[in-house]
C-alpha cells in the first residue's frame, strides 16, 4: 500500500485535519476505499498544544495528525499530499484534480477544509497568533491564567470575550480599537467585573525579548500587557465547495461564513459531504473528528443503499432472465411431447 493518488475510489476526503481523517478511519474500516487529500496548512499549526481533549490533552496537533494518518492507513486508507483546485460531476459522480494536474474519479466526496482566520489589521497581531495572541479561553486560558490580558475587539462578541477571559485572570483590559465603546447593560457588566475599557483604534503590538509587553494604541500610548485576545472573523475555505454550487452563508453570531449542512453533514448537493470548521465554525478538535465521524457513517450508508438498489435492479433482471429460459424450456418440452 502506498499513497500514490489512484483512478478512482468510493470516497475523497479533501482536507486532512481531525475531521477528515476521523471520517476516513470510519470510511475505511468500512472497507470502503478512500484517499485523504491534504495541503498541509493546519489551522491549529501555531498552537503548542490541543486542550479539551480526552485522552489528548496537551497533545502537540503534528503528533495526533501523525497518529490519524497512521490509523487511516492500517486499514488501508490513503494519505495524498496535495491541493485540490477542481472538482466536477462526472457520471453519478466525481472528477477531482490537483494543482500538480493529478486528477482520480470518486463515487462520493466529504470536504473538510476548515476555515480561515482574518484578524484585524494590527502591527504584530498575526506574527503572534497562536503563540501569546489566541482567541478561545477554553483552549488557551489555562495556559494563560493570571496574566495581563488584552482584549482588542473585532466585532459583536468582544465584550463576551472579555468577560470569559476575567474567568482566568483579574487583570483584564478591553481595546475598543475601530468599534464602538460598549454602552449600557454591557458597559455596565464590565464595570461590575472591574474590566476597564480603552477607546481608539490599536496601532501595534510593543515586543519585548519576543514576547507580547504592551499594546500600543494610535496616539502612542502603551498599556503594558502580557498576553493578547481577538476574536477572528471565520470564513469557511469553501473554493472547492463553490464549484459545485454550495456557496457559504453568514453565520447567525456574525462570526464569520460557514457551508450549511444538516446534523450528519449532507450538504445541498447529492452525494458531498461537510464536516469541522467549514461547516461548524467554533468546533474544537473532539466536535470536529465527531463531525467527520457522523458525516463518514451515513456517506458508507447513502453507497450501500445505492449498491443494493443496484443489486435489486441486477437480481430481477436475472430472474426475469431464469424465468424466461425455464419458459422456453417448457415450451421445447411439450413441442417433443407433441403437446
Known sequence: MTDELDSSCDVVVVGGGAAGLNGALMLARARRSVMVIDAGAPRNAPAEGIHGLLGREGMAPGELLDRGRAEVRGYGGRIVTGEVTRVTRADGGFDVELADGRTTRTRRLLVTTGLVDELPHV?????????????????????????????????PMAVHGALLFRQWTDDVVLFTHTTAAPTGEAAEKLAARRIPVITGPVAALEIRDDRISGVRLADGTVVAREVVTVGSRMVARSDVLRQLGLEPVEHPSGAGEYIPADAMGRTGVEGVWVAGNVTDLTAQVGAAAAGG??????????????????AVVDHRRDFAAELEAEVSEQVVGDRRHGI
Open 123 to 155: 502591527a504584530g497581531l498575526r506574527e503572534r497568533w497562536g503563540r501569546d495572541v489566541v482567541h478561545c479561553p477554553y483552549c488557551h486560558g489555562w495556559e494563560v491564567r493570571d496574566r495581563a490580558i488584552g482584549v482588542i475587539a473585532n466585532g
Open 293 to 310: 465521524a457522523f458525516a463518514a457513517a451515513q456517506i458508507n450508508a447513502d453507497l450501500v443503499e445505492e449498491e443494493t438498489r443496484l
